[in-house]
């Protein structure tokens, strides 16, 4: 029994494999029974990074042990990349999930589970979380609604809860859904699940969603009476990794500590395929952009684009702020710990690579990053434990590539007790900083920090 190789699994889909759509319309035949995962070649599968298009098929499970033993949804699919190949709009390299050919399976005659420990682990690893809540998301959904009256399952497409859910949550993204040789009660469904999402897509809020999706599930079908908890499950548990991203698009801290806390997934994306970064960048929230690459984003996290190929840097560019780019920067470099091998190396005597920036050559090249970083981050106790490491005065002056002090960056971001702190140590409140040299005296005018003003006033007089 064959198996994909592991190199295909992606870290934003753990256990999901992702199908060559090019290859299932060579390979697959019209009317014949659908093969499953891991009786497909190594060759099918494609890497999701390398795709243009990402698709994702809800379609009804026909028979007991397998969706098509007759080979009609294949027909459909087929068709319907077929007619996207035609309208150039399928590369080579576009893949899809559905959910037979994407995970391990029970033998489809039989039902005898004949998966290995691998495989099963596997299985289980994508049907947790709000990982099928997140396919549907943030896909392209293509929906196959036929089921024929001699059908071994023959209950109605969107009866079926696996099928509801399903449609419900790809109503809730943002890019189109292929509806072609769909029925139109199917149409209608979708286009008032549509309707229900709005509000969704707009804000990010899903409470009103989730009340009425609790109410219609209960009168769907499951093969499987366990299942319907399930599935209620992965709309719950996308609920709350939407609250995440929400609170972080508004600069909450506080409502995204609380949703870590319930388990949210911090790679979980919304209808538009951003992240709860990606949401705090492209918004300017610096406290909660400096949280999640400190204590909960992988470097693999910060570096996922959205389904838009935007960069999260090109976000952080595109919302304003310096300071996000600045913290962007730093992780990239450092893998998932912003500052640990710089500390490491000033604590050791060394000294770590960078540029100190403009009008800083006395001090240790990483000296102005940790000074930067720490205001940025507005962390206190690091702050405290870098000044106290610095061997000249005027270190505490040091300037960053972009020429900008870590006074200057805690002033604009009003982090008073580190302005403060930098003051006492004997920072220069004039300093021309950045390319428009303004001060961070002038920056606290500026932007009306009455508490900083007065705090520069004082070590004016």
């Given at each position: 029994?064959?198996?994909?190789?592991?190199?295909?699994?992606?870290?934003?889909?753990?256990?999901?494999?992702?199908?060559?759509?090019?290859?299932?319309?060579?390979?697959?035949?019209?009317?014949?029974?659908?093969?499953?995962?891991?009786?497909?070649?190594?060759?099918?599968?494609?890497?999701?990074?390398?795709?243009?298009?990402?698709?994702?098929?809800?379609?009804?499970?026909?028979?007991?042990?397998?969706?098509?033993?007759?080979?009609?949804?294949?027909?459909?699919?087929?068709?319907?990349?077929?007619?996207?190949?035609?309208?150039?709009?399928?590369?080579?390299?576009?893949?899809?999930?559905?959910?037979?050919?994407?995970?391990?399976?029970?033998?489809?005659?039989?039902?005898?589970?004949?998966?290995?420990?691998?495989?099963?682990?596997?299985?289980?690893?994508?049907?947790?979380?709000?990982?099928?809540?997140?396919?549907?998301?943030?896909?392209?959904?293509?929906?196959?609604?036929?089921?024929?009256?001699?059908?071994?399952?023959?209950?109605?497409?969107?009866?079926?809860?696996?099928?509801?859910?399903?449609?419900?949550?790809?109503?809730?993204?943002?890019?189109?859904?292929?509806?072609?040789?769909?029925?139109?009660?199917?149409?209608?469904?979708?286009?008032?699940?549509?309707?229900?999402?709005?509000?969704?897509?707009?804000?990010?809020?899903?409470?009103?969603?989730?009340?009425?999706?609790?109410?219609?599930?209960?009168?769907?079908?499951?093969?499987?009476?366990?299942?319907?908890?399930?599935?209620?499950?992965?709309?719950?548990?996308?609920?709350?990794?939407?609250?995440?991203?929400?609170?972080?698009?508004?600069?909450?801290?506080?409502?995204?500590?609380?949703?870590?806390?319930?388990?949210?997934?911090?790679?979980?994306?919304?209808?538009?395929?951003?992240?709860?970064?990606?949401?705090?960048?492209?918004?300017?929230?610096?406290?909660?952009?400096?949280?999640?690459?400190?204590?909960?984003?992988?470097?693999?996290?910060?570096?996922?684009?959205?389904?838009?190929?935007?960069?999260?840097?090109?976000?952080?560019?595109?919302?304003?702020?310096?300071?996000?780019?600045?913290?962007?920067?730093?992780?990239?470099?450092?893998?998932?710990?912003?500052?640990?091998?710089?500390?490491?190396q000033v604590s050791s005597g060394g000294t770590a690579s960078g540029n100190a920036g403009p009008s800083s050559s006395s001090s240790k090249p990483s000296t102005a990053k940790l000074l930067t970083i720490r205001a940025i981050e507005?962390?206190?106790?690091?702050?405290?434990?870098?000044?106290?490491?610095?061997?000249?005065?005027?270190?505490?002056?040091?300037?960053?590539?972009?020429?900008?002090?870590?006074?200057?960056?805690?002033?604009?971001?009003?982090?008073?007790?580190?302005?403060?702190?930098?003051?006492?140590?004997?920072?220069?409140?004039?300093?021309?900083?950045?390319?428009?040299?303004?001060?961070?005296?002038?920056?606290?005018?500026?932007?009306?920090?009455?508490?900083?003003?007065?705090?520069?006033?004082?070590?004016?007089?």
């Amino acid at each position: 029994m064959a198996s994909p190789p592991p190199s295909l699994e992606d870290e934003e889909y753990p256990g999901v494999y992702w199908v060559k759509a090019y290859w299932l319309l060579y390979n697959l035949k019209d009317g014949e029974r659908m093969p499953r995962c891991q009786d497909l070649p190594a060759n099918a599968f494609g890497h999701l990074r390398d795709a243009t298009r990402v698709f994702a098929v809800t379609h009804p499970w026909l028979g007991r042990y397998s969706p098509d033993p007759d080979g009609i949804q294949v027909e459909t699919l087929r068709s319907k990349l077929s007619s996207m190949a035609e309208q150039m709009l399928l590369d080579r390299k576009d893949v899809l999930f559905f959910d037979y050919l994407s995970l391990p399976q029970v033998h489809h005659e039989s039902g005898k589970d004949d998966r290995t420990e691998e495989q099963l682990r596997r299985f289980k690893t994508a049907l947790s979380g709000d990982l099928m809540g997140r396919i549907f998301l943030t896909s392209r959904v293509l929906v196959i609604d036929e089921v024929p009256k001699e059908a071994v399952s023959n209950t109605e497409f969107l009866n079926r809860g696996w099928c509801f859910f399903e449609c419900v949550v790809a109503s809730m993204n943002a890019l189109a859904r292929d509806l072609l040789w769909v029925s139109e009660k199917t149409k209608s469904e979708i286009a008032r699940f549509r309707k229900l999402s709005a509000k969704f897509r707009e804000t990010g809020e899903l409470d009103e969603l989730l009340q009425k999706f609790d109410t219609e599930l209960k009168s769907k079908k499951f093969a499987l009476k366990a299942d319907a908890a399930m599935v209620r499950g992965f709309f719950v548990s996308l609920a709350r990794s939407q609250r995440l991203i929400r609170a972080a698009a508004g600069g909450d801290w506080d409502g995204c500590e609380s949703m870590l806390a319930q388990k949210a997934d911090v790679i979980a994306r919304d209808g538009w395929g951003r992240t709860a970064l990606h949401a705090a960048l492209l918004n300017a929230r610096v406290s909660v952009v400096a949280q999640l690459l400190k204590n909960h984003c992988s470097a693999h996290a910060a570096a996922m684009k959205t389904l838009t190929n935007e960069t999260s840097l090109e976000l952080a560019k595109e919302g304003g702020s310096l300071e996000c780019q600045v913290l962007l920067q730093h992780k990239f470099k450092h893998g998932s710990s912003v500052l640990d091998t710089e500390v490491e190396q000033v604590s050791s005597g060394g000294t770590a690579s960078g540029n100190a920036g403009p009008s800083s050559s006395s001090s240790k090249p990483s000296t102005a990053k940790l000074l930067t970083i720490r205001a940025i981050e507005n962390d206190e106790e690091g702050l405290r434990e870098q000044l106290n490491r610095l061997s000249q005065p005027n270190e505490v002056d040091a300037r960053d590539e972009h020429g900008i002090s870590a006074l200057y960056y805690a002033a604009s971001l009003q982090h008073v007790e580190l302005v403060r702190m930098l003051l006492k140590a004997g920072a220069n409140p004039d300093l021309p900083c950045g390319g428009d040299q303004e001060s961070a005296s002038a920056c606290a005018t500026r932007l009306g920090f009455a508490d900083v003003q007065e705090l520069f006033a004082t070590a004016h007089s």
